[in-house]
């Protein structure tokens, strides 16, 4: 019963946390700070279990630096509950200008038993570890293009500039900085340690995408992975990076929803008969949103399959295939025309990234199925994704409406039958 259950809003941080108890029939909460540590977690749940007197426990905190470390702890403690909450989704009042941490731990106190509070879904401390490995990655590549932007910033201040089509870091621009020479010494010096940064940032990023390669052959992510390098402009790493940061498509009933979770959603504020449209959200994961705008910058080119992608495809799910040759067709068409019309190429690729969103949550919806498909050869993967290439009388139509609605079609059925 909800009357008998003990509230617990948790004010967390590094090294102390902020306790603030709901009791059964109480209504002013009971405060109190302890240390952040294995001890002091286990005299908490083995005190809040015997004032509970057997009735339930349940303890909610921020997701914040703390990660989930503190709701492992807490469980494995005792029998409670513990839940991480959404910080960005509390309801906040506008006239509040006192913030304590005995606030804010009452705050969450009230707010959870009043069933105010969104909660987040946390992830195994497998794919908490394969989570950070993808952003471990991120972050090296982010290292790598700091450490490049360094140099050609000093060389343009010693007046060399690189003049040729081809684009920088290409062939020819690093041998162009091979032939680059200085007369002073010391430029000499900070060219080498420029130069010298650039190369063990590219060796660790070579080394972290060697790592994912290894991750994505785990069981967990294997079949996954591979159905999602189905897709033009997704390898192993953005496949990675999606499958990790979701942690589960089931999560979200359409992809509607998890367009919405990534951020990729236009901003609406709405007021009587005003209506005003902005940019994206960009709430939510923006991991995975940078990595599906990369892969959208793909469907600017004429459809088509290559060597890698053909192999790639070698042995999949029909389908998988199909879903993935429908957004290829759809997705270079709705790039074109709306390049065509005038528009912006960043909202050209953030429209297109949203629907590709879509058709990989129907691709990773195929396990579902109560029969798996046949598997398409690389031969007959290559001329279904030809013929799938526009055409200039193309019909303004889409079948991932019909994919959608098939899939709840058949989500209905196995509802009734079980």
Same mark, same amino acid.
């Given at each position: ?10 004010? /967390? ?11 059964? %029939?109480?209504? +002013?909460?009971?405060?109190? &700070? ?19 007197? #057997? ?7 921020? !997701? ?12 494995? @403690? #005792?029998? $409670?509950?513990?839940?991480? $909450? ?16 005995? =606030? ?10 009043? #069933? ?23 972050? $090296?590549?982010?290292?790598? %293009? ?5 140099? $050609? ?25 091979? *032939?680059?020479?200085? +007369? ?26 060697? @790592?994912?390669?290894?991750? @994505? ?57 005003? &209506?005003?449209?902005? %940019? ?5 994961? %923006? ?7 990369? !892969? *959208? ?20 799910? +029909? ?21 065509? =019309? ?8 953030? /429209? ?18 109560? *029969? ?18 526009? =055409? ?11 994919? +959608? !609605?098939?899939?709840?079609?058949? !989500? ?7």
């Amino acid at each position: 019963m909800k009357g008998c259950i003990t509230w617990v809003g948790v004010d /967390a941080h590094k090294k102390t946390l902020v306790i603030a108890v709901l009791h059964p %029939g109480r209504q +002013e909460a009971e405060e109190f &700070t302890l240390e952040n540590d294995e001890r002091s977690i286990r005299r908490l749940v083995r005190r809040l279990e015997r004032d509970a007197g #057997g009735g339930e426990v349940r303890i909610c905190y921020e !997701a914040g630096p703390c990660g989930y470390a503190l709701q492992r702890r807490l469980e494995a @403690a #005792g029998p $409670v509950v513990c839940e991480v $909450v959404a910080p960005s989704l509390i309801p906040r009042k506008p006239g509040e200008r006192v913030k304590t941490d005995r =606030r804010d731990a009452r705050k969450l106190a009230e707010l959870y038993r009043a #069933g105010m509070l969104t909660m987040v879904s946390p992830p195994t401390p497998e794919q908490e570890a394969i989570r950070d490995l993808c952003r471990c990655r991120e972050d $090296v590549r982010a290292d790598l %293009g700091r450490c490049r932007h360094r140099l $050609v910033k000093m060389l343009v201040r010693r007046g060399h500039v690189f003049n040729s089509t081809s684009g920088l870091w290409s062939a020819a621009h690093r041998a162009w900085l091979a *032939a680059v020479s200085f +007369e002073n010494e010391t430029d000499r010096v900070v060219f080498a340690e420029y130069t010298l940064a650039i190369e063990q940032a590219e060796r660790r990023l070579t080394a972290m995408d060697h @790592a994912l390669e290894q991750a @994505a052959r785990h069981p967990l992510y294997r079949e996954h992975v591979a159905w999602l390098r189905c897709f033009r402009g997704v390898d192993t790493v953005i496949a990675m990076v999606f499958v990790a940061e979701i942690h589960g498509v089931d999560r979200f009933e359409s992809p509607r929803e998890l367009a919405a979770y990534l951020g990729l959603v236009p901003s609406v504020h709405s007021s009587a008969d005003t &209506t005003r449209r902005g %940019g994206i959200t960009k709430t939510g994961n %923006g991991h995975v949103r940078r990595a599906i705008v990369q !892969a *959208a910058w793909q469907y600017g080119r004429r459809a088509g399959v290559g060597r890698k992608l053909r192999l790639r495809r070698e042995g999949q799910p +029909e389908s998988v295939l199909t879903i993935a040759d429908e957004a290829q067709r759809r997705l270079t068409v709705r790039f074109r025309r709306l390049a065509e =019309r005038g528009k912006a190429k960043n909202k050209v690729v953030i /429209a297109v990234a949203r629907e590709l969103v879509g058709f990989m949550w129907a691709a990773l919806r195929e396990d579902r199925q109560p *029969a798996r498909h046949r598997v398409r050869t690389s031969t007959q993967a290559s001329g279904a994704a030809m013929s799938a290439a526009p =055409r200039s009388n193309a019909r303004r139509t889409t079948k991932f409406s019909k994919i +959608e !609605a098939g899939q709840r079609r058949e !989500a209905r059925k196995e509802k009734r039958a079980t």
